[in-house]
């Protein structure tokens, strides 16, 4: 497994394109385009939240109906949520207008990401449409284009890609995403499209998109706001032409890995870049008896206010982490719990068997003023493990959402 340079345009056969449609930002790009050059089939993670934007609701139809996919079309600024019957419209119109301008039949995915509410240009979103399948090439510049235009409050671009083989064959999966608000497990105000060249079939490949997204996009938290946009997408499009990704084989683990390390990759970057964040917060539970024990509890430390405020202030306040570990639903002892905070600075441990250490307090002042900051806790109950992402909570992320439809 190897990282290569690049997004979505690193397997074979696909193409992107950012244009500038004006949708509601100024001076920038605000509309994408990933297009398969052969039909793909699809599988997709949806929100959680009872209330579903249009384009959310759109994409789910052709998931269920595991329909082959040709393109999927982005735009940042407008939501396209609670819009009722004419966002759901403007999705048909938009989605047959790429068709038309690309020239293909398989269906068109959506994704909108911004201001909930208000309704789309449609006639930007068209001229938009146009302009992308004028723009689009399968340069590794244009992957990284489409993930600079789907951006809202992020303040970088999110992508990766990596290569592996089957048999004597390579294989390559891509994403892009993004998210920086209204982060919460469960998805999030998160878009994210993977694109890979691998021959899998739909059921397989919906298959292990499910199984991970539970390891990753919903292993993180910003602010506790679960979105109605969130949306993960897989295209696959078999321009590899290995041997199919079957069930029970050494090729179905490798592509799960693969697909793994793209998604924890843009999960832990979607984290890290929360709104005002300084640091990207991670915590790991250990010793638990079972993977849904470990999860839960490190879910809760990451979605605790003031645990994330006091990583803003390179704080070792560990009391708020045992806390928050406490509240959390799941049984355990505190009385034998070890506790660590963890960076590039070094390591300390903060507890031992739920009493404090005789820690230097100096110390974990320079392990908490990393970018990159970790929690360890130890529940020595069994075996189980599991990670959670977010990151510390800073005036910058009031500033932000203060005015954020201005």
């Known amino acids: ?33 990933i297009i398969s050059t052969t039909p793909a089939v699809v599988a997709g993670t949806f929100t959680t939240n009872v209330v579903k934007a249009a384009p959310v609701k759109w994409d789910m139809k052709i998931v269920q109906a595991k329909e082959k996919a040709g393109a999927i079309v982005v735009n940042s600024g407008i939501a396209n949520a609670c819009t009722g019957t004419e966002g759901d419209g403007y999705c048909q119109v938009v989605a047959e207008k790429a068709q038309a301008v690309l020239g293909i039949s398989e269906a068109v995915l959506l994704g909108s990401t911004g201001v ?28 990284t284009a489409a993930a600079k235009a789907i951006m809202t409050t992020d303040t970088k671009e999110k992508e990766l890609a990596v290569a592996f083989t089957i048999g004597d064959k390579e294989v390559t999966v891509g994403g892009m995403a993004k998210g920086s608000g209204m982060i919460h497990p469960n998805m999030c105000t998160m878009l994210s499209f993977i694109t890979t060249d691998a021959l899998i ?22 602010d506790g706001d679960t979105s109605t946009n969130d949306t993960v997408l897989v295209l696959a499009n078999g321009l590899a032409e290995n041997e199919e990704i079957l069930p029970g084989t050494k090729a179905y683990d490798d592509f799960k ?40 509890i490190a879910k809760s430390v990451v979605c605790s206010d003031l645990t994330k405020t006091a990583i803003a202030g390179h704080d070792a306040n560990w009391g708020r982490v ?55 806790a130890d529940l020595k109950q069994g075996q189980e493990t599991g990670t959670a992402w977010g990151c510390d909570l800073t005036h910058g992320y009031i500033d932000i959402n203060a005015d954020y439809r201005s």
């Open 116 to 143: 909930i509410g208000m309704q789309l240009p449609v006639e930007k979103m068209l001229s938009g449409v146009e302009a992308l399948a004028k723009a689009k090439t399968g340069d590794v510049a244009a992957g």
């Open 322 to 376: 045992l806390c928050a570990m406490g509240y959390a639903g799941e049984e355990f002892d505190p009385e034998v719990v070890d506790l660590f905070f963890e960076s590039a600075a070094g390591t300390v441990q903060i507890m031992a068997s739920g009493v404090a250490t005789d820690y230097s307090e100096e110390l974990a002042t320079q392990i908490l003023s990393e970018e990159y900051v970790k929690a360890i």
């Open 257 to 296: 890995t693969a697909l793994h390390q793209v998604n924890e990759y843009l999960a832990k970057a979607i984290a890290g870049d929360g709104e005002g964040a300084t640091a990207l917060f991670e915590v790991t539970v250990k010793g638990a008896k079972t993977k849904k024990q470990a999860q839960v």
């Open 1 to 33: 497994m190897r990282e290569i340079k690049g997004g979505v345009t690193s397997p074979k056969g696909y193409e992107a394109a950012a244009v500038a449609a004006n949708i509601k930002y100024k001076d920038r790009t605000d509309m994408a385009l």
């Open 201 to 222: 079939s739909q059921e397989v490949l919906q298959q292990v998109l499910s199984e991970d997204v539970s390891d990753t996009y919903n292993m993180i938290s910003v």
